[in-house]
């Protein structure tokens, strides 16, 4: 069967319809291009395939048509014999490509580098050769194929059992041709994984050399469409354990170049495996930071560091589910301001029209704004901006602030009881709601679920420098802020008071706070703030908030700021009377980062960024 | 009463105790300083009052003490004697200091300046005056006081009826003293209101006359508290109408200044209203939007400003629990990129340890790089920056974007049908839900819902061409990108024939689109791309994206775009292979100003940005 045996009469009649096919858009067809297909359409009469619109407004015509109005005959030849000159100038044309097309397809083959690709008439399915490259997914028609999720094939309580045929899209995780079997494995969401086959068929051997030599073509990574049918298997290696695919037909939907940056399967080893290989015949690749970070989207298809991504996500759910409960709103502040939200934190500028804008390095100023304007309990969640030179496992210089600030009646201690809520159900929600991820994540990255107590564990200032002096640190006269050290400590120590990984510190000395923190009332040396810790290090920050203006300019006035326009609403805005309030601010990555005991922020940041890094 | 009856000894005993009592940090006192309390307190013994923590870690002492040494009897008298001296030289140093204060208070009480001062221990509220200003709120103590909402006032089903004692906060909204009696509103959450009233009681017309002289001074937008008895009343002004409160005590927590920019009530009435006084004897001041602006937190005072942003919170929150249940995941992309992400949008640019970066337009690049990770529904909802120097009701320099992308299986429409029931779901859950906030909005800014179709209303470019050409606009070749009258005039004709105020236009040329988009497979001229309206004005853009590497750099050439690293990286990302996927941006506040019908967007905003705003 090659494209030269059907005759030039019929070969022009599937050119000229697929032209006036294609013009008329209301009705879609997919064009042919493989000779076996274009055989088997024109036999099975190639009806035509109109899409049906799931909308309700009709679909009109793609270019509209005017009437026609009433001719001479002497136009109406005249109209007529110019239509059939264009006809058949086109149809010459039309055949002049064709046949260099022809030609070019058969230097290809015979350089053996062609594949057969077929351009999927889905409805006709039956026509085509049970495998091919999809031509590129350009929304022509709606196939209303229902693929069928890896997910829901694991598991005795799945719906779908042996004998059962589906349809599976995912990507091919990984494949293997040996003589006459292949087996593949097929990798839906980055960690559900099932196995798919094909053996050679002795009664069949033409095709099972074609189906055969089209498997070995397909490259790792590549989007594949697979119909099988189930078969009883025992495959330790997928997360689909009991059945494997017995494919029936394959079709790769995109193709991934073949040299990938570094294999999935690289990145998802846990250091002690990596490790552990280093002494056999076959060490295993370790990859470095830099090299993962630089080619985000193949580090984020590992199982582990996908199911980071989804636990971070569930870390913004938990925290909303909770203040919602809690009487919050959800506020967007804007991120270019006048002037610093936090002295002392180094800041990016922009050219504003004309001014200097600075990017917030805290939402700090405008959610105590929200309080003056009568949203008493609010909630923001989005970007914070450190141009800080830091090149720490802990700094990033854009990471995502959760931010909450709140009225209180009479004491900063509501806000904590808020707060402490809002914890408790991250945590409990994490461990019910994200169990597989973090089984998941636990298999790369080992790690121990947080303690936490019931109540608050809230240690005061002093008792921490007296845990400190007694761990043999040199505290100075004890008002100055903490070490990273310092506070590894302190977490060490109290998990052996407490028995818990989350605690609170308050009280910290106003030098090392910033202006808008409310002093303490007996002693304006210490402040109503506090940090929050998760295994000795720090994820939140916050504090009863100033919000009388006369402390407030005298409290800038210590610090040596002067209030620049920015800060001048903020002041005023407290003028025209205010409630009590405190807040606090979270680092999302950091929660994520120090949750799950990674050794790496970056590691819980989709696309970080640090002094070194502003791609991808 | 005048501070000089009391002997100096009960002075000197009190001063003695109040600074030891200070000291000693785990003992919570409030310091008194007004005469009668200093009184009343004494004859009542003043039994310590200790703070008992709420938290499960005991409280530590605030200063450690060290362990007295032994010592000779010669050093304990010398120990002893300067003691004494240092007490002595305290005391005279503080009977000084008193001395001046009551001078200052006496000539400030000759000048009838005088308030009283009420330095509140709460557990003993009863010993004071049952008015005053509190001392600044520093989290000293927490009286446990249950303050009643004063939305729990309202309506039919209230548990708190006439006789019942209640604990309110709130602002002071307005007040009247006239003669005998006050009348002043108490708001909360800037709609709840309630009337509270005390009248001058003929037994007692000493305390009267001191009462009224402090409510008199009280300013509004003050923050109080009251303590009052409900009764029976008929007070048609507020949102609590059938009781008003009998205030027995009243305290003020935060004091707003005596001039504020403007009037909440003068913040909230209707246009019309504004309009229709201008005739009257009384005609009402007009805001400016400029003077709202620069006073932002005074304008979301208003019953109606505030509920926008309610409104803004809750598109949010059905935003995501939409897609939530659609299967998306949450992502939080840098805002700090390499190049453009939406070439021909302005862009801000900053210094990023010596290279350029750019504020990100849109999280384009970044949620499509997110489908690569095998994050195969993404949304995120986070702020999008466009320098460009519009001066639109309608344009913002920094916007909220609520994005989405999504892998496909073969069409597009499946994310347009996403994007329908989610917006279904907003529009739905507006109604039901924040159907107080709406009214609201309504009295003040006058709108009809918006109406949509159970099903997508999609209508194609080529239709929208002859609606215009009927409407009488010059389309040219039909190819260019609609202007703001056209978008209105379309909005207009499809409300005619469909009867919705939300449709979805399809098949824009790939002219006036982003280099990303999927080309239409029939045309090239055109895309597979769509933009969303509510009352003819656009809310969304999306398209299929491209996802072949091949195609895109095609793409890019022909716009004339020269790949950057950000752009290779994203290339590269589709290199290793990705779904083919489609997705839509959405501004959160052109969503929430059209659907509310509002004259202009900044009014969605909380601090809009725009070229001539970047404060407060």
């Given at each position: 069967?090659?494209?030269?045996?059907?005759?030039?009469?019929?070969?022009?009649?599937?050119?000229?319809?697929?032209?006036?096919?294609?013009?008329?858009?209301?009705?879609?067809?997919?064009?042919?291009?493989?000779?076996?297909?274009?055989?088997?359409?024109?036999?099975?009469?190639?009806?035509?395939?109109?899409?049906?619109?799931?909308?309700?407004?009709?679909?009109?015509?793609w270019m509209s048509t005017e009437n026609a109005t009433e001719k001479t005959e002497e136009e109406l030849a005249a109209i007529k014999a110019e239509r059939e000159a264009r006809k058949a100038e086109k149809e010459r044309l039309k055949a002049e490509k064709k046949a260099k097309k022809e030609a070019e397809r058969l230097a290809l083959e015979q350089a053996e580098e062609i594949q057969d690709v077929t351009y999927l008439f889905y409805e006709k399915q039956d026509q085509y050769e049970p495998f091919g490259d999809l031509s590129r997914t350009m929304s022509r028609s709606?196939?209303?194929?229902?693929?069928?999720?890896?997910?829901?094939?694991?598991?005795?309580?799945?719906?779908?059992?042996?004998?059962?045929?589906?349809?599976?899209?995912?990507?091919?995780?990984?494949?293997?041709?040996?003589?006459?079997?292949?087996?593949?494995?097929?990798?839906?969401?980055?960690?559900?994984?099932?196995?798919?086959?094909?053996?050679?068929?002795?009664?069949?051997?033409?095709?099972?050399?074609?189906?055969?030599?089209?498997?070995?073509?397909?490259?790792?990574?590549?989007?594949?469409?697979?119909?099988?049918?189930?078969?009883?298997?025992?495959?330790?290696?997928?997360?689909?354990?009991?059945?494997?695919?017995?494919?029936?037909?394959?079709?790769?939907v995109t193709k991934a170049a073949s040299i990938l940056p570094f294999l999935v399967e690289d990145a998802s080893r846990s250091e002690a495996e990596v490790d552990a290989s280093q002494e056999t015949d076959r060490p295993f690749p370790r990859l470095g930071q830099e090299l993962r970070l630089d080619n985000r989207w193949m580090d984020l298809r590992a199982p582990a560091n996908n199911a980071i991504m989804r636990v971070q996500s569930m870390v913004c759910q938990l925290f909303r589910e909770s203040l919602y409960s809690q009487g919050f709103i959800e506020i967007h502040?804007?991120?270019?301001?006048?002037?610093?939200?936090?002295?002392?934190?180094?800041?990016?500028?922009?050219?504003?029209?004309?001014?200097?804008?600075?990017?917030?390095?805290?939402?700090?100023?405008?959610?105590?704004?929200?309080?003056?304007?009568?949203?008493?309990?609010?909630?923001?969640?989005?970007?914070?901006?450190?141009?800080?030179?830091?090149?720490?496992?802990?700094?990033?210089?854009?990471?995502?602030?959760?931010?909450?600030?709140?009225?209180?009646?009479?004491?900063?201690?509501?806000?904590?009881?808020?707060?402490?809520?809002?914890?408790?159900?991250?945590?409990?929600?994490?461990?019910?709601?994200?169990?597989?991820?973090?089984?998941?994540?636990?298999?790369?990255?080992?790690?121990?679920?947080?303690?936490?107590?019931?109540?608050?564990?809230?240690?005061?200032?002093?008792?921490?420098?007296?845990?400190?002096?007694?761990?043999?640190?040199?505290?100075?006269?004890?008002?100055?802020?903490?070490?990273?050290?310092?506070?590894?400590?302190?977490?060490?120590?109290?998990?052996?008071?407490?028995?818990?990984?989350?605690?609170?510190?308050?009280?910290?000395?106003?030098?090392?706070?910033?202006?808008?923190?409310?002093?303490?009332?007996?002693?304006?040396?210490?402040?109503?703030?506090?940090?929050?810790?998760?295994?000795?290090?720090?994820?939140?920050?916050?504090?009863?908030?100033?919000?009388?203006?006369?402390?407030?300019?005298?409290?800038?006035?210590?610090?040596?700021?002067?209030?620049?326009?920015?800060?001048?609403?903020?002041?005023?805005?407290?003028?025209?009377?205010?409630?009590?309030?405190?807040?606090?601010?979270?680092?999302?990555?950091?929660?994520?980062?120090?949750?799950?005991?990674?050794?790496?922020?970056?590691?819980?940041?989709?696309?970080?960024?640090?002094?070194?890094?502003?791609?991808?």
């Amino acid at each position: 069967m090659s494209l030269s045996t059907p005759t030039n009469n019929i070969k022009k009649f599937v050119i000229a319809m697929l032209v006036s096919v294609a013009i008329q858009r209301s009705v879609n067809v997919l064009a042919f291009q493989s000779k076996a297909h274009v055989r088997r359409a024109l036999l099975s009469g190639m009806s035509q395939h109109v899409e049906r619109s799931p909308f309700l407004c009709p679909m009109k015509r793609w270019m509209s048509t005017e009437n026609a109005t009433e001719k001479t005959e002497e136009e109406l030849a005249a109209i007529k014999a110019e239509r059939e000159a264009r006809k058949a100038e086109k149809e010459r044309l039309k055949a002049e490509k064709k046949a260099k097309k022809e030609a070019e397809r058969l230097a290809l083959e015979q350089a053996e580098e062609i594949q057969d690709v077929t351009y999927l008439f889905y409805e006709k399915q039956d026509q085509y050769e049970p495998f091919g490259d999809l031509s590129r997914t350009m929304s022509r028609s709606r196939t209303g194929r229902e693929f069928v999720n890896v997910q829901d094939l694991e598991g005795e309580g799945s719906k779908y059992g042996p004998g059962d045929t589906v349809w599976l899209r995912g990507r091919l995780h990984s494949i293997r041709v040996k003589g006459g079997s292949c087996f593949l494995v097929l990798r839906q969401d980055s960690f559900h994984t099932v196995q798919a086959c094909f053996f050679k068929d002795k009664e069949n051997p033409d095709f099972s050399q074609k189906m055969i030599k089209y498997l070995k073509s397909l490259t790792e990574e590549s989007v594949v469409d697979i119909e099988g049918v189930l078969e009883s298997a025992e495959v330790k290696s997928c997360s689909v354990q009991n059945v494997e695919v017995k494919i029936k037909r394959i079709y790769s939907v995109t193709k991934a170049a073949s040299i990938l940056p570094f294999l999935v399967e690289d990145a998802s080893r846990s250091e002690a495996e990596v490790d552990a290989s280093q002494e056999t015949d076959r060490p295993f690749p370790r990859l470095g930071q830099e090299l993962r970070l630089d080619n985000r989207w193949m580090d984020l298809r590992a199982p582990a560091n996908n199911a980071i991504m989804r636990v971070q996500s569930m870390v913004c759910q938990l925290f909303r589910e909770s203040l919602y409960s809690q009487g919050f709103i959800e506020i967007h502040t804007p991120k270019l301001i006048a002037g610093e939200s936090e002295s002392g934190a180094g800041v990016f500028t922009t050219d504003y029209f004309g001014q200097t804008a600075c990017l917030a390095q805290s939402p700090q100023l405008y959610k105590q704004m929200a309080i003056s304007s009568d949203l008493t309990r609010v909630f923001e969640i989005g970007p914070v901006f450190r141009a800080e030179n830091s090149h720490t496992r802990r700094h990033l210089c854009e990471f995502t602030g959760l931010d909450l600030e709140m009225a209180i009646n009479d004491h900063y201690m509501e806000t904590l009881e808020v707060i402490h809520k809002m914890f408790k159900h991250i945590f409990n929600g994490l461990e019910t709601r994200m169990a597989k991820e973090l089984e998941i994540i636990r298999q790369q990255y080992q790690s121990e679920p947080v303690t936490f107590t019931e109540e608050p564990c809230v240690i005061h200032w002093p008792e921490a420098m007296e845990i400190l002096t007694k761990e043999g640190f040199d505290i100075g006269d004890g008002m100055g802020d903490l070490t990273g050290a310092m506070e590894l400590a302190l977490g060490k120590v109290v998990k052996e008071i407490y028995g818990t990984d989350f605690f609170m510190l308050d009280k910290y000395p106003m030098e090392v706070r910033p202006f808008y923190t409310m002093p303490d009332p007996d002693d304006p040396k210490f402040s109503n703030s506090y940090d929050i810790f998760i295994r000795g290090q720090e994820i939140c920050s916050g504090a009863q908030r100033c919000h009388d203006p006369e402390l407030l300019e005298e409290l800038l006035a210590q610090k040596g700021i002067e209030a620049g326009d920015g800060l001048k609403s903020y002041i005023q805005s407290f003028r025209d009377g205010v409630y009590p309030h405190a807040g606090a601010g979270i680092g999302l990555e950091r929660v994520v980062f120090l949750y799950l005991g990674l050794d790496n922020v970056r590691k819980a940041s989709m696309f970080p960024r640090d002094p070194n890094r502003c791609t991808p």
